[in-house]
């Protein structure tokens, strides 16, 4: 049996992913650009067993529900086609993420998984094909592929990855505010958003603009455009799930109260900007010189967490099983 | 010298009035829905002064700051040559809206001052041309003129008047959160969403479709569809503000736990449905069975009063000035 283990870490969205132009293909309807960061790495072991008659999946020895264990392999399938290769495996995944720190975990899943599988299914994908690959599992996984800031271009399946970007050097801190579930998944929330807002269609136009921005930002390190374009565009995204019918509302009185203040920390000479995720909890995005002092300060609201840019997907171990 | 005595009451949108197609004219870009309510009247005299060399203005006894003179005398003057009169006029208006009740005042304001400057200069205006004509000094005062639930339609200046709807008996619970300045007036607000947010147009193209929802609901009788329909509009219109660049926001957390506060109320079985102008008060368009527990259970939150559908603008007083 030939076994693989790969890592992988979360990435928060500066220009966000909402809108698919492919369900099936998990084809954006526009570019994003993320961090991907430094902390809550997820570790998955993916090892062929020849006896086996079907995929299993466990997440931090659990074994898998239903629905989770099908994706999981329905993302095998695709590796397994590719490497002409039909034998069932066992995945085993480690997540942590803490349960209340309110981050996605299915970007850095689905990205160590397309890295632990590709490795154990003998496969040997370069980045792109990596991005490609974890893609199809979950949208955001293609760019939790690629370390730091990373751009997941719009198009076809050939075109549609993520790549490196070089740009100003940032932290983020992290306001945990809630360990609630979330009302509406963040799936079912953008299928909604496309069916039922009138602003779905300007969104995707300004998400492109908005992109251009971005990296222009990043090309002339300019961190303070780049912070701007960060949180008008997350009220962008806020604005248009607040618009469904019925209406979606994943910010909380405190996630807008926390907004206020990091509007108040710029007014007091800091460089900071709030951008928040289909959750309540919100994330700043700040320099390194600043970073410290603005957890410091939003402490009162809820957990703060500062992180920086982290690793990319990395194959940790390979081998034969024993 | 004549004078002329009227009174008008502020109104509140069921479906807004946020954007013009004509800033000279005050001609909407789509048509609104609204209750003229049965509190908080404005009382305006106008007196002609055949000696005054300029048109003079107070509210509550204190002279007007030079801009809001120069509105109040440039309806007048719209008045002065429809009845072909060149005489100045003094206008003292009392407004009986408590500064903290975060209403706006120039719905009232200018519908009281339409109506008595036309009776005043001895015009003779049925309810369409009163509305066209108050909403000259203020787009929103073309609803005041009107009693109960107006629609306001959009259209050319001939057009573009407020009349009378037929729908269910409602009540309004407006939540007093606030005595803080607006952070942007929303003339400004409006003019700033018209040119940055990218959802404008479609916002203006929902709000053509929402008003035919919302008169088809009225026609029914049907309240829990107006209400509904009221509801998703506000998250529309404060979904459309908070996507200006820069982003603005009426609504602080404590607006937004009133509205959550309200979606539990439903939960609960009672009917209403929340709704907010460009400020963070919150106005629960309720039954006329349940205003009164919907009012006591929004107490905790700021100053309650429960309104309900008022009389349209009105000469109270005419005559020859002492």
């Not at 618009?243 to 910010?251: E, T």
């Given at each position: 049996?030939?076994?693989?283990?790969?890592?992988?870490?979360?990435?928060?969205?500066?220009?966000?992913?909402?809108?698919?132009?492919?369900?099936?293909?998990?084809?954006?309807?526009?570019?994003?650009?993320s961090l991907t960061i430094d902390a809550f790495p997820t570790t998955t072991e993916v090892?062929?067993?020849?006896?086996?008659?079907?995929?299993?999946?466990?997440?931090?020895?659990?074994?898998?529900?239903?629905?989770?264990?099908?994706?999981?392999?329905?993302?095998?399938?695709?590796?397994?086609?590719?490497?002409?290769?039909?034998?069932?495996?066992?995945?085993?995944?480690?997540?942590?993420?803490?349960?209340?720190?309110?981050?996605?975990?299915?970007?850095?899943?689905?990205?160590?998984?397309?890295?632990?599988?590709?490795?154990?299914?003998?496969?040997?994908?370069?980045?792109?094909?990596?991005?490609?690959?974890?893609?199809?599992?979950?949208?955001?996984?293609?760019?939790?592929?690629?370390?730091?800031?990373?751009?997941?271009?719009?198009?076809?399946?050939?075109?549609?990855?993520?790549?490196?970007?070089?740009?100003?050097?940032?932290?983020?801190?992290?306001?945990?505010?809630?360990?609630?579930?979330?009302?509406?998944?963040?799936?079912?929330?953008?299928?909604?958003?496309?069916?039922?807002?009138?602003?779905?269609?300007?969104?995707?136009?300004?998400?492109?603009?908005?992109?251009?921005?971005?990296?222009?930002?990043?090309?002339?390190?300019?961190?303070?455009?780049?912070?701007?374009?960060?949180?008008?565009?997350?009220?962008?995204?806020?604005?248009?799930?607040?618009?469904?019918?019925?209406?979606?509302?994943?910010?909380?009185?405190?996630?807008?109260?926390?907004?206020?203040?990091?509007?108040?920390?710029?007014?007091?000479?800091?460089?900071?900007?709030?951008?928040?995720?289909?959750?309540?909890?919100?994330?700043?995005?700040?320099?390194?010189?600043?970073?410290?002092?603005?957890?410091?300060?939003?402490?009162?609201?809820?957990?703060?967490?500062?992180?920086?840019?982290?690793?990319?997907?990395?194959?940790?171990?390979?081998?034969?099983?024993?």
């Amino acid at each position: 049996m030939t076994r693989a283990v790969a890592r992988s870490h979360p990435n928060i969205a500066l220009v966000k992913y909402w809108g698919k132009q492919d369900e099936q293909l998990i084809l954006p309807a526009a570019g994003s650009l993320s961090l991907t960061i430094d902390a809550f790495p997820t570790t998955t072991e993916v090892t062929l067993d020849s006896g086996a008659t079907e995929d299993t999946f466990s997440l931090n020895g659990i074994p898998g529900a239903v629905g989770q264990t099908a994706r999981v392999s329905a993302l095998l399938d695709i590796v397994r086609e590719a490497a002409g290769v039909s034998t069932f495996a066992h995945v085993d995944s480690v997540s942590e993420i803490p349960t209340d720190a309110g981050l996605a975990s299915s970007a850095a899943g689905f990205s160590a998984l397309a890295a632990a599988a590709a490795a154990a299914y003998g496969l040997d994908l370069d980045p792109r094909a990596l991005s490609r690959l974890a893609r199809r599992g979950s949208g955001s996984a293609s760019r939790s592929v690629i370390p730091g800031l990373a751009v997941w271009h719009a198009g076809n399946d050939e075109e549609s990855f993520a790549e490196p970007v070089d740009g100003p050097d940032v932290r983020m801190v992290i306001v945990t505010l809630s360990t609630g579930a979330k009302p509406v998944s963040s799936r079912e929330a953008m299928r909604i958003c496309m069916l039922t807002s009138p602003y779905y269609s300007a969104w995707v136009d300004s998400t492109k603009w908005t992109l251009e921005g971005a990296l222009e930002a990043c090309k002339d390190n300019d961190f303070t455009r780049l912070g701007r374009i960060t949180e008008l565009h997350a009220n962008r995204m806020h604005a248009l799930i607040q618009s469904a019918d019925p209406p979606i509302r994943y910010l909380t009185p405190q996630s807008v109260a926390v907004f206020d203040a990091v509007a108040q920390l710029r007014q007091e000479g800091r460089n900071c900007y709030a951008t928040a995720d289909a959750g309540p909890n919100v994330v700043v995005l700040t320099t390194p010189d600043d970073a410290d002092r603005v957890a410091r300060h939003l402490a009162g609201f809820g957990q703060t967490r500062v992180v920086g840019a982290g690793l990319g997907a990395a194959v940790i171990e390979r081998g034969v099983a024993s």
